[in-house]
Nanobody
């Protein structure tokens, strides 16, 4: 089993930045793809970014390209999401997810493990 705990959310003004952290425990995430998703009130959960085990390949939703950066520290079983130039419409609960395959995907159903989420609120 893999346990994921997100942190780093909070309230930020539009144009501001936040860095989310996902700490994993239970097993070493060898060859796991890690992803970040978000869910706004009344909306479906949507893909934000993913990173492969090697860390050399990253994938982003078009809406966040150039503003968000996903990274991972495999030695410490940690994944990060640096979010810059945040917009009010990006207010959501942000979730970390793990997929036991080194093949990234934006499909929520392909991720086996999820954290509880961290709230990000962007004020206008």
């Amino acid at each position: 089993q893999v346990q994921l705990v997100e942190s780093g959310g909070g309230l930020v003004q539009a144009g501001g930045s936040l860095r989310l952290t996902c700490a994993a425990s239970g097993r070493t995430l060898i060859r796991y793809t890690m992803g970040w998703f978000r869910q706004a009130p009344g909306k479906d959960r949507e893909f934000v970014a993913a990173i492969m085990w090697s860390g050399g390949s990253t994938y982003y939703a078009d809406s966040v390209k150039g503003r968000f950066t996903i990274s991972r520290d495999n030695a410490n079983n940690t994944v990060y999401l640096q979010m810059n130039s945040l917009k009010p419409e990006e207010t959501a609960i942000y979730y970390c997810a793990a997929r036991p395959a080194d093949i990234p995907t934006a499909q929520t159903s392909e991720y086996n493990y999820w954290g509880q989420g961290t709230q990000v609120t962007v004020s206008s």
